[in-house]
């Protein structure tokens, strides 16, 4: 399994990005998938939730700003970034917990990670 994610960029504050990422491989089911984010020399923190169902859940820092949203059939996360902040530049990493039969257990995957960038 293979999470490629993409969309990361450089924009002024106050734009907007969007994320994506696509799970490949082989695949029976994904549960929760997530956005992380990893800005320089701070640790790993987690931005945004959507369970399959689509439930959603976000960082008190970018509620209100960041939507995420998923596409089952294509095994795709996205990360939609509104009113960007130079506070939000980081490396932003997606993740998602894959059951790859019905016979085996859930598994956490990572993506190889987008950087973005927002100026001041």
């Known amino acids: 399994v293979q999470l490629q994610a993409s969309g990361g960029g450089l924009v002024q504050a106050g734009g907007s990005l969007r994320l994506s990422c696509a799970a490949s491989?082989?695949?029976?089911?994904?549960?929760?998938m997530n956005w992380y984010r990893q800005a320089p020399g701070k640790r790993r923190e987690l931005v945004a939730t959507i369970t399959n169902g689509g439930s959603t859940n976000y960082a008190d820092s970018v509620k209100g700003r960041f939507t995420i949203s998923r596409d089952n059939a294509k095994n795709t996360v996205y990360l939609q970034m509104n009113s960007l902040k130079p506070e939000d530049t980081a490396v932003h990493f997606c993740n998602a917990l894959v059951q790859r039969s019905p016979t085996t257990t859930f598994t956490n995957y990572w993506g190889q990670g987008t950087q973005v960038t927002v100026s001041s």
């Open positions: 491989g082989s695949i029976f089911s994904i549960n929760a």
